[in-house]
T-cell receptor, first 115, second 109 residues
Framework: GAVVSQHPSWVICKSGTSVKIECRSL??????MFWYRQFPKQSLMLMAT?????????EQGVEKDKFLINHASLTLSTLTVTSAHPEDSSFYIC???????????FGNGTRLTVT | QKEVEQDPGPLSVPEGAIVSLNCTYS??????FMWYRQYSRKGPELLMY????GNKEDGRFTAQVDKSSKYISLFIRDSQPSDSATYLC?????????FGEGTQLTVNP
């Protein structure tokens, strides 16, 4: 089946620093990947849609200059949280559609804690 | 009104019970219907998906879709403590996926 790998699984950083999260499709090519954010006991909130070779599409209210998305290849998308603040602490999850499918497969998420 | 409504629970059942999880939706354009299971501090794991009304069975899990009522269900038979997780329904129209809030399920040994 389609496997999505996300790294790191958790990260702690100091306020003001930047953090990069990687999302890879291991056994398929993904022209589109999706980045979600999840707060405790809440559902997934779509942040942006990452398109290979072009600019990401951000959801309303998501700061594109703060959450930089790069989709440089068909198997890799990265999310960089720039100048992180404690309020950016959250669970970030990426996903991609398997080949020929309408369903999404998710990575295992990255727990970001900003101190 | 939310496009997808799901009771967040929590739902607590004894081991061996039959569990029924449900979602309703308002957007008749939804074409794909999915159930995901999410353990604490993990990404959602796809359990089942279907494209049409009717039932789909996979082991102890049965997914049911009723497009006329805009209602989907997930049944878990012979529930196990390892089934304790949050269950999210999701629906897709084109490229956009919409999630329910998730139902937190605990199966007690």
């Amino acid at each position: 089946g389609a496997v999505v790998s996300q790294h790191p699984s958790w990260v702690i950083c100091k306020s003001g620093t930047s953090v990069k999260i990687e999302c890879r499709s291991l056994d398929f090519q993904a022209t589109t990947m999706f980045w979600y954010r999840q707060f405790p006991k809440q559902s997934l909130m779509l942040m942006a849609t990452s398109n290979e070779g072009s600019k990401a599409t951000y959801e309303q209210g998501v700061e594109k200059d703060k959450f930089l998305i790069n989709h440089a290849s068909l198997t890799l998308s990265t999310l960089t949280v720039t100048s992180a603040h404690p309020e950016d602490s959250s669970f970030y999850i990426c996903s991609a559609r398997g080949p020929g499918e309408g369903v999404l497969h998710f990575g295992n998420g990255t727990r970001l804690t900003v101190t | 009104q939310k496009e997808v409504e799901q009771d967040p629970g929590p739902l607590s059942v004894p081991e061996g019970a039959i569990v029924s999880l449900n979602c309703t939706y308002s957007n008749s354009a939804f074409q794909y219907f999915m159930w995901y299971r999410q353990y604490s501090r993990k990404g959602p794991e796809l359990l089942m998906y279907t494209y049409s009304s009717g039932n789909k069975e996979d082991g102890r899990f049965t997914a049911q879709v009723d497009k006329s009522s805009k209602y989907i269900s997930l049944f878990i038979r012979d529930s196990q403590p390892s089934d304790s997780a949050t269950y999210l329904c999701a629906m897709a129209s084109g490229s956009r996926l919409t999630f329910g809030e998730g139902t937190q399920l605990t199966v007690n040994p």
